[in-house]
């Protein structure tokens, strides 16, 4: 069964600014069911920081920073395909300002407007989500920048302190309210810091209480905000916007037209994510039989998730003087390196009718899985695959890659405690320079083969390795 959680499509009644000049801050927070209204602005801000269209590119920005996507010639990001972080880029500073106002939204919420407006709300589910908005403010900053402030004006702070922040704010959530999203967001959390016991017991709970579980921000293609991913790697095909990798174009496009005005929903959160938790802190342990059952348990998960068609038939893959440059028929195979075999099935031919996972998807068989003999540098290598296939579209490659953003320029002319090393990203020492190599492949015409100049995924087994370990 499919859940995701909708995100409301209306006007955000807005906690910083006055929309309407007839209406004022007071007399909107004053209504009836206050807190409900609130947390309804709460979730359309976190839709607009993922992808609101004019008002935050960050999936798209995120997803082109990996190997998952290419810019071909697009308004979308120019620059960090080719690992340029300069922190003047607008991408950076709205990704800041929709985290920045998520947190503070959030806050006012607990501190004003339950208290203040909707007593009734307090200690319900309702209060729940804006603790959990808080704490998903900080998680994200924690994943994403080098350092961020935590407070206006306020000194830049480590991602380890956003991580402890988040894990406050959801355990504070579950307290009040206990929901399976809070203990992803912790499992999510510990993972990000290393610590196994808890991010193993955390993903536990999320399976024994819905193996299927999703939830995700929603989009409206009528009343907005509009998907901005959605539109860069599917609404506008035939100017070739965002190209996926080839061993990665099976899974292209996930964000495709629904019925009537909604659009595709970004995945914020998953049951797959629980099972990769586990497998990888079996990884750690040496255990290759457990290591095995984890990924086949998400085997299974992956094969219930719904698939949809969307027609592709206007999907550029032309040069500038009409030359294919990218494999365009399923009659391809693909190798993630020059000495990895070719696998076919990867590249599919593009028609009205073209079929790719709308949750998630895989490359890896059972075979594959069973043919491993130890929780080596292999099961390591194929484990970070299905993490990047599972999570394709979903802004999390970044994170596994370890690229981080720097602080914006908005904020260094407007906040004096942003240091100089605040404004400097963070790429790896182990991600290959040139930097548009995560995304280069040599294209053999004649005899439909593929060859990916950098397995990055044998990259990050190699160099970045266990994140328990």
């Not at 069911?33 to 609101?52: D, H, I, P």
């Not at 998960?301 to 550029?316: A, K």
């Not at 995560?438 to 190699?462: G, K, P, S």
Request: charged share 25%.
């Amino acid at each position: 069964m499919l859940l995701v959680f909708a995100f409301v499509g209306c006007d955000l009644i807005d906690g910083t600014s006055v929309q309407n000049p007839d209406l004022t801050l007071d007399e909107a927070i004053g209504q009836p069911n206050s807190a409900e209204s609130w947390v309804a602005g709460l979730e359309r801000r976190t839709s607009m920081f993922y992808g609101g269209f004019q008002v935050s590119h960050f999936t798209v920005a995120a997803e082109l920073a990996t190997d998952n996507y290419e810019n071909k010639a697009t308004f979308f990001n120019q620059n960090v395909d080719a690992g340029v972080y300069r922190h003047i880029d607008p991408d950076f500073d709205d990704a800041q300002f929709n985290l920045h106002r998520l947190r503070e939204q959030a806050i006012f919420g607990i501190e004003t407007v339950i208290p203040e407006n909707d007593p009734d709300a307090a200690g319900t589910a309702l209060e729940a989500e804006m603790y959990f908005f808080k704490g998903w403010s900080h998680l994200i900053a924690g994943e994403t920048f080098v350092a961020l402030p935590e407070e206006p004006d306020g000194a830049a702070v480590s991602p380890e302190t956003h991580y402890n922040r988040a894990i406050e704010a959801f355990e504070e959530a579950n307290s009040i309210s206990a929901n399976v999203s809070y203990d992803m967001a912790l499992a999510r959390t510990y993972y990000a810091m290393g610590n196994k016991s808890q991010a193993v017991q955390y993903a536990q709970d999320v399976l024994a209480a819905d193996p299927e579980f999703l939830r995700g921000a929603e989009f409206d293609g009528v009343n907005g905000p509009i998907n901005a991913i959605q539109l860069a790697v599917y609404e506008r095909q035939s100017f070739n916007d965002l190209q996926p990798l080839p061993r990665l174009d099976f899974l292209d496009p996930k964000y495709g037209d629904l019925p009537g005005t909604q659009q595709s929903p970004i995945i914020m959160q998953s049951a797959e994510e629980a099972h990769l938790i586990l497998a990888e802190a079996a990884h750690s342990d040496g255990d290759i039989g457990a290591f095995q059952g984890h990924l086949h348990d998400l085997l299974a998960l992956i094969d219930e998730r719904p698939v949809d068609d969307f027609d592709e038939t206007e999907e550029g893959r032309q040069g500038t003087a009409g030359d294919i440059v990218r494999p365009d028929t399923s009659a391809f195979t693909v190798r993630a390196d020059a000495n990895s075999p070719f696998i076919d099935g990867l590249v599919l031919y593009r028609t009205a009718a073209t079929t790719v996972p709308r949750v998630s998807g895989t490359s890896v068989t059972e075979a594959q899985i069973d043919a491993l003999t130890a929780a080596d540098v292999d099961a390591l290598e194929l484990y970070f695959l299905m993490r990047q296939e599972v999570m394709f579209g979903e802004a999390r490659r970044m994170f596994d890659i370890g690229i981080r953003w720097p602080v914006s320029e908005t904020e260094e002319l407007n906040n004096p405690n942003i240091t100089p090393s605040d404004i400097q990203a963070f790429i790896p020492a182990y991600v290959p320079e040139p930097y548009r190599q995560m995304n280069a492949f040599d294209m053999d015409r004649e005899n439909f083969e593929v060859t990916i100049a950098v397995n990055m995924n044998r990259v990050l087994a190699e160099q970045k390795g266990n994140r328990f370990d």
